[in-house]
């Protein structure tokens, strides 16, 4: 008898699933035609990468390697130099690989100067694999990005010309090691 | 000459050559709805999961189907070095053969019907018991273990499936008194539709109807999730078209069959005036049906279902045969 | 036409029956098999027994050579069985059988010979509900006695399935 309760009851529930299921034809469809209507993305959404600039305008990164070491795969490529007229680091090229990269953002968490950074942006297909490897001067931008006050050199106890030592900022000149006051 | 050409067409030769034209245009129909029957399948299971489907290619994403075809001839038939190569390229083509053969014996409107032999039903199960060999001969040529599981499920499957399939429609076949499916439509016509007095024979005939197809939740030879593909999982390009054509040739039969057993044909209001707008809306229900209950229902276990085969529904035919012949021998005294 | 039919179905009749044996390949021989059961239904159809032919396919393409088939696929037969079934096949091995064949066969032939008095098939059809007559009227007892027969391999067969727990 329970048996057949079972079995009476296993087909009502199949029944029901089934008219369940037909109910949804008359709800609202719950995806966009997604090229013709953008889905909303977050800001801090991590898509392509950029390279920021100064609020000065000059580039922030300082070619420190730190991203490129941070890379769980590897496509990030830079060669540090200096420029001869005020000593400031900058990368000689900055090369990053789309096809491997995986959008971590953990570039961007190692980042001491808020150079590299993510952005909403994920239309990144392309034809040709090799025009995925994106060098510098597709990497940067015109502006700030998320960060629009910041200044690494400013900030940093680096001599630069136009600022020595002890002159950025909240930082106390520097200690002559050779006296003997405290 | 003009007049041997006359002497030629004869009334005779003349019908034969119209009756001829009718099967090829009955086919030309049937492998063109079945092949929009794809199209329906992924629009309706998007409506019911809440998505929009194929809508790029023409209106609605009508031609969605024409461009899947186009691929699919230009894909790369490729055959695996290890198969058996007759049965290989046999199985498809017995796929699809045997579901366009079945589709023959049905009566669609008064005058229109490929063919109607007497025994127009055990033809139907003739048919349909060849049609396991086409999964068959594929998931064991294939050499393949998904394949040959697929294989030996779908055969276990169909069998099983195919002795009460033919117990459940023998209620119909007592009550008409013929084998004859135009005979069984014209009798519901002036008695009354099938569903009716042989409702647990219908409630048999649609599990037997998805378990031949091979459709979910019965689809356990082909379960993607457990098998890969079942028996096609080696095959490509068109022969997997076939296959795959096939599927949907079966459903679009059984959706007929179950049309002209059990509700009455082309039969309904003014169907003296549009038959064939009659048979084509039922047989467009069962169609959608076949697919809400895939959009429903999950796979049962393979045991399970086999279980459910011999303990519940061949027991509900016997007793539905019984009960209809003894119903039959009262009414009769 | 229908002779025809029946002598170009008992050809191929015949020629599969031939490949079924003479077929190294277990899986080929079986489809040769279905051939032939296949193009002996069509005989009946041909000799006015459509009921006869359509419970041939049924019952034996449709149902016991799937279970044949079935097993022969869960065998797992490679080249090897090829190979010894090939040796298997030399003259030494099949020239005696077929000389006795080929008596009784002779013989056969000298017996139904003379019988002119035999009627001619085909001239009449026979239907489900002839052959229902038949069954359930002159050969009831025997179709009872079949009856019994399956309902002991049924349960003999439930009892060799049945789990020992």
């Known amino acids: 008898m329970s048996q057949t309760l079972a079995i009476l009851h296993g087909i009502w529930t199949q029944f029901r699933s089934i008219g369940m299921i037909f109910m949804h034809s008359f709800r609202p469809r719950n995806v966009i035609s997604y090229p013709e209507v953008k889905p909303p993305v977050p800001p801090r959404y991590r898509g392509r990468i950029v390279l920021t600039r100064d609020p000065d305008g000059d580039e922030r990164c300082v070619a420190c390697n730190l991203c490129a070491v941070a890379c769980p795969v590897g496509c990030i490529s830079l060669q540090k130099a200096e420029r001869p007229e005020d000593g400031r680091w900058y990368p000689e090229f900055f090369r990053i690989n789309f096809s491997r990269c995986i959008f971590c953002g953990l570039c961007e968490e190692a980042c001491p100067t808020n150079a590299i950074q993510l952005t909403p942006d994920y239309e990144l297909c392309e034809y040709d694999r090799q025009n995925l490897v994106y060098e510098k001067e597709h990497l940067q931008i015109a502006g700030p990005g998320k960060y629009h006050d910041y200044n690494f050199y400013r900030v940093a106890g680096m001599s630069i010309t136009g600022k020595g030592k002890g002159q950025a900022l909240n930082e106390d000149a520097p200690i002559d090691v050779k006296s003997l006051l405290p | 000459m003009f007049e041997r050409i006359q002497e030629l067409l004869s009334p005779v030769v003349l019908a034969a050559i119209w009756a001829a034209c009718k099967a090829i245009i009955i086919l030309l129909t049937l492998v063109v709805s079945a092949a929009w029957m794809i199209w329906l399948e992924r629009r309706l299971l998007a409506l019911w999961q809440d998505r929009y489907g194929p809508n790029r290619v023409g209106p609605f994403g009508l031609g969605q189907v024409i461009a899947d075809m186009i691929k699919i001839f230009f894909k790369e038939d490729w055959m695996p070095p290890f198969v058996d190569k007759f049965t290989f390229v046999l199985a498809p083509f017995l796929a699809m053969m045997f579901m366009m053969l079945a589709f023959a014996l049905i009566p669609i409107t008064p005058n229109w019907g490929v063919f109607a032999p007497d025994l127009g039903m055990l033809l139907f199960f003739a048919i349909a018991g060849l049609a396991v060999y086409a999964v068959m001969l594929g998931g064991w040529s294939s050499n393949s273990k998904y394949s040959l599981l697929g294989g030996l499920r779908s055969t276990a499957q169909t069998i099983s499936y195919e002795v009460f399939m033919g117990i459940s429609l023998m209620g119909i076949v007592a009550q008409a008194g013929t084998f004859n499916l135009r005979e069984i439509v014209l009798w519901q016509e002036q008695h009354i539709w099938f569903v009716i007095p042989q409702f647990f024979g219908f409630l048999v005939w649609c599990l037997a109807g998805i378990a031949v197809t091979h459709r979910t939740p019965f689809d356990l030879p082909e379960a993607e999730s457990e098998l890969a593909a079942g028996y096609h999982t080696e095959y490509s390009g068109m022969k997997f078209g076939m296959f795959f054509v096939g599927e949907y040739v079966g459903i679009v039969m059984v959706s007929g069959l179950t049309t002209a057993l059990f509700f009455g044909g082309w039969d309904g209001p003014f169907s003296e005036h549009v038959p064939f707008l009659w048979f084509a809306i039922k047989c467009f229900i069962f169609m959608s049906g076949f697919i809400l209950l895939r959009a429903a229902l999950p796979r049962p276990r393979y045991d399970h279902m086999m279980s459910f085969a011999w303990k519940i529904c061949l027991p509900l035919s016997l007793i539905n045969l019984l009960a209809t012949a003894g119903i039959m021998l009262w009414a009769g005294n | ?165």
Not at chain 3, 35 to 47: G, K, N, P, Q
Not at chain 3, 149 to 156: C, I
């Open chain 3, 1 to 165: 036409m229908v002779e025809f039919a029946f002598y170009v179905a008992s050809t191929v009749a015949l020629f599969s029956t031939v490949m079924v044996v003479v077929n190294t390949h277990p899986v080929h021989a079986l489809l040769y098999l279905v051939l032939s059961l296949l193009s002996v239904a069509m005989v009946f159809f041909t000799l006015g027994a459509p009921f006869a032919g359509a419970l041939e396919v049924i019952v034996y393409a449709g149902a016991i050579m799937v279970l044949f088939v079935f097993v022969v696929m869960m065998l797992n037969l490679g080249r090897k069985t090829v190979e010894q079934e090939r040796a298997w096949l030399k003259a030494s091995g099949w020239i005696g059988p077929l000389v006795l064949s080929l008596i009784l066969l002779v013989q056969l032939v000298l017996v139904l010979a003379p019988m002119s008095h035999l009627t001619p098939a085909g001239t009449q059809i026979i239907d489900a509900k002839t052959i229902g007559i038949a069954l359930f009227g002159p050969y009831l007892l025997a179709v009872e006695l079949a009856s019994t027969l399956l309902l002991a391999g049924l349960v003999a067969a439930y009892h060799l399935g049945r789990h020992e727990d």
